[in-house]
């Protein structure tokens, strides 16, 4: 399993290089925040420099080390984390869990838009503190917006030939950046060691009730941007396994607080420096840099900050993907363009990050404006999987004053985070609260839909129905359809089947053919099982299948279907299938064709409220635009019959009273009537 990936230098570089990309970019703009939040460089004074700095610590100490990397690594699905691995764990205790891991994850995603904006805007505005660029450019926004979304672009781009050649550079570039982070940070303590008093917590609470801090409690909204990737740490488990985590962070978090305390000691020396009371928008980061080492910090910081949108991009693939096949998302096309496992594109939610990525650089333009619009989707995606640990904790049998005291003190300090970070709502913080709201509403809708399906939706046992089947297979009278006739369905529990499935068999056109499958795919919650279950009812006409595959598996199910025709040959439940005319001489199974029912929903469907008939039109508008269902499963090659049938089939022979028609006999037909 994943989570006992063995130590190595290779595997603790992978994990620099996959894991810590974004919480690894922080130190680039969370001072520059806290700065400019509380009236800029003019407005500092030490006791507000130490306690800012100790609220950074002991937020990355409090929610990454304590929550995250000692708590929530432990709740891992089969060595997966992240909230829909989180889910997948607890679902079954509540169906109201669903609500807390919709409203993560479309959070999440809305983080994943906003982190390339964010990252790479601060790390190209350092261009600024290079002579040879302000002399020519100065202050101009415009070629620092340009810059930036160039490089959105690029990166996006290269998303489809996959990265897993690139990644091997990943681990050794920000095992570098995390030592420069530390060596910097020690270059600046120097003469300023009073700033160590930040590593005691009781300045940090002290700043939060002093007269310096003019933000009050709503610094914590800037202190927050510290820990964003908190959340993608654990989502990320599963590419680099626990241990590694457990065996990388303390050096990360070391060279982490290294550079905060160095970004305070360098504020504490320059805090009256009229150079910088007059630079606008100060980034202490790039400031407290050597003049020799300005361009190398602009470069290692911009190839950190592409590895860390590269790390979002790679876990918002991801984590759409686990929702398609929770069924909490439409089916979109997902490519595997490399044989690196876990590796995925999906081209419309690449291209859809990109274009708002670009459209929030564009109209944002300067990173002190987008800062605004980041942090507020994540406290709420860490929120939610707060409220999913405490059910894992309980249903683990934690004991329960852990538990509770868990909850309490997550969720008070998280709900203060929130609160401070919704200040920033007018600012730009609707950004990321729209993005989220409009990915919640989709995935809502296809929770909601598919309970209306299966609340309307017509049960019949399938053995009630094996003696017409197997007379319909060896009727002779009517044409051959096919050799071996597929149906997936949505649902094989007690052997039943939606009544319109055999409609479409023996109603609306006898369909003969050798055998009938009936075939549930059936997402587990592991994520790498590949497994099918059968039941032949005692015929070798009749057959029908759990294919069970975990998932991050892909779906092709028309490959696994030939797989299973062949061992039910070999153990004769089925007859041989040989193939007088073929290409192949050895082939020996025979052809198939896929049925698949599209569910209409008509006006006169009835048993549905007015809400329940416009989530389920909602959800068909939806689906016109995104990839058909053939394509999800891997059938674009294989013969595929598509038929319309109403999502209620009235089962009543009579006619409506008001479709009655009036009768008149021996009348001429006039042109007006024609």
């Given at each position: 399993m ?12 992978v994990a ?8 690894g ?8 925040a806290?700065l400019?939040?509380?009236g800029g ?6 006791e507000f420099i ?6 950074v ?16 690594l432990r ?7 992240g909230?829909?691995s ?9 169906p109201a ?24 805007t ?5 261009l ?6 302000y ?12 810059i930036a ?6 990166l996006?781009?290269i998303q489809r030939?996959?990265?897993e050649k690139v ?9 570098g ?6 060596l910097?940070?020690l ?13 005691n ?8 009730m002093?007269p310096?801090n003019?933000?009050g409690?709503l ?9 964003t990737?908190?959340e993608?740490l ?8 626990r241990?590694?985590?457990?065996a990388?962070w ?7 607080v290294l550079n ?6 360098w504020l504490?020396?320059?805090?009256t ?18 003049d ?11 190839l950190?900050a592409i590895?860390?949108?590269q ?20 089916k ?7 044989s690196?496992?876990?590796q ?19 109209g ?14 994540i406290?709420?995606t860490m929120?939610?999987?707060t ?13 329960k004053?852990f538990a ?7 969720s008070l ?9 919704a200040a ?9 609260i729209?993005?989220a ?16 399906k299966?609340?309307?939706?017509k ?6 129905y ?19 006739v597929v149906?997936l ?30 075939v ?20 070798k ?5 759990q ?21 039910m040959?070999?153990?004769?439940l ?11 001489p ?12 599209n ?9 549905l409220?007015?809400f329940?008939k416009?989530v ?8 016109s ?12 090659y294989?013969?595929v019959?598509?038929e319309?049938v109403?999502?209620?089939i ?5 006619i ?5 028609l009036?009768?008149?006999?021996n ?8």
């Amino acid at each position: 399993m994943h989570q006992t990936k063995k130590v190595t230098i290779a595997s603790l570089l992978v994990a620099m290089g996959v894991v810590y990309g974004d919480i690894g970019t922080s130190p680039l703009y969370v001072m520059k925040a806290i700065l400019s939040g509380n009236g800029g460089l003019n407005s500092m004074n030490d006791e507000f420099i130490i306690g800012a700095i100790s609220l950074v610590i002991w937020t990355v100490t409090l929610m990454t080390t304590v929550k995250y990397v000692l708590i929530a690594l432990r709740a891992d699905n089969h060595g997966e984390g992240g909230i829909f691995s989180l889910y997948t764990l607890v679902r079954k205790i509540s169906p109201a869990l669903i609500f807390p891991a919709l409203i993560g994850g479309a959070a999440l995603l809305a983080d994943g838009v906003l982190t390339p904006a964010v990252t790479i805007t601060t790390a190209v505005e350092g261009l600024r503190g290079l002579p040879i660029f302000y002399d020519r450019f100065g202050n101009n926004q415009d070629i620092i917006v340009m810059i930036a979304i160039t490089i959105i672009i690029l990166l996006f781009t290269i998303q489809r030939y996959g990265t897993e050649k690139v990644g091997k550079a990943f681990g050794p570039i920000m095992l570098g950046w995390f030592t420069f982070l530390g060596l910097v940070g020690l270059y600046n303590l120097p003469g300023e060691w009073l700033i160590l008093k930040s590593l005691n917590p009781y300045y940090a609470f002290e700043l939060l009730m002093s007269p310096a801090n003019k933000a009050g409690i709503l610094i914590l909204g800037s202190v927050f941007l510290a820990t964003t990737g908190a959340e993608a740490l654990y989502a990320d488990m599963g590419h680099v396994g626990r241990r590694n985590i457990y065996a990388s962070w303390p050096y990360i978090k070391l060279c982490l607080v290294l550079n905060y305390l160095g970004q305070g000691a360098w504020l504490m020396k320059n805090r009256t420096n009229v150079d910088y009371l007059e630079t606008e928008d100060l980034n202490p980061f790039f400031s407290m840099m050597p003049d020799q080492l300005s361009l190398i910090a602009v470069i290692f910081a911009t190839l950190a900050a592409i590895i860390a949108s590269q790390s979002l991009i790679s876990g918002s693939f991801t984590l759409v993907s686990e929702a398609i096949k929770l069924k909490l998302f439409p089916k979109l096309k997902i490519v595997y363009p490399t044989s690196q496992k876990g590796q995925m594109y999906l081209p419309v939610i690449n291209w859809l990050l990109c274009l708002l990525c670009c459209l929030i650089v564009f109209g944002f333009k300067s990173s002190h404006k987008l800062e605004a619009a980041y942090g507020l989707a994540i406290t709420i995606t860490m929120l939610m999987t707060t409220i999913l640990l405490w059910v894992y904790l309980l249903k683990h049998e934690a004991p329960k004053i852990f538990a509770y005291s868990f909850l309490i003190f997550f969720s008070l300090i998280e709900s203060i985070f929130f609160f401070s970070s919704a200040a920033k709502f007018l600012h730009g913080g609707y950004v990321a609260i729209l993005i989220a709201a409009l990915l919640f509403s989709i995935m809502l809708t296809w929770h909601l839909s598919n309970k209306i399906k299966e609340k309307v939706a017509k049960k019949v046992p399938l053995q009630d129905y094996i003696n017409q089947l197997e007379r319909l297979s060896k009727t002779e009278n009517i044409p051959f359809y096919q050799t071996n006739v597929v149906y997936l369905t949505d649902d094989l529990s007690e052997q039943l089947v939606d009544r319109k499935i055999l409609y479409s068999i023996l109603d609306k056109k006898p369909k003969r053919a050798e055998v009938y499958w009936f075939v549930n795919l059936y997402v587990t919650d592991e994520p790498y099982t590949k497994e099918y279950y059968v039941e032949t009812f005692g015929s070798k006409h009749v057959v029908s299948i759990q294919l069970r595959l975990g998932f991050r598996m892909s779906q092709k199910v028309n490959v696994y279907m030939r797989q299973i025709v062949k061992e039910m040959m070999a153990k004769g439940l089925i007859d041989k299938q040989d193939q007088e005319f073929s290409i192949n001489p050895e082939r020996n199974v025979g052809d198939f064709c896929f049925v698949l029912i599209n569910d209409g929903l008509y006006k006169g469907t009835s048993g549905l409220t007015n809400f329940e008939k416009n989530v389920y039109q909602f959800k068909l508008a939806i689906k016109s635009i995104t990839t058909s269902t053939e394509n999800w499963f891997g059938l674009q090659y294989s013969d595929v019959v598509k038929e319309s049938v109403p999502l209620v089939i009235d089962n009543s022979q009579d006619i409506p009273e008001n479709y009655h028609l009036t009768m008149k006999m021996n009348q001429k037909f006039s042109s007006e009537e024609l």
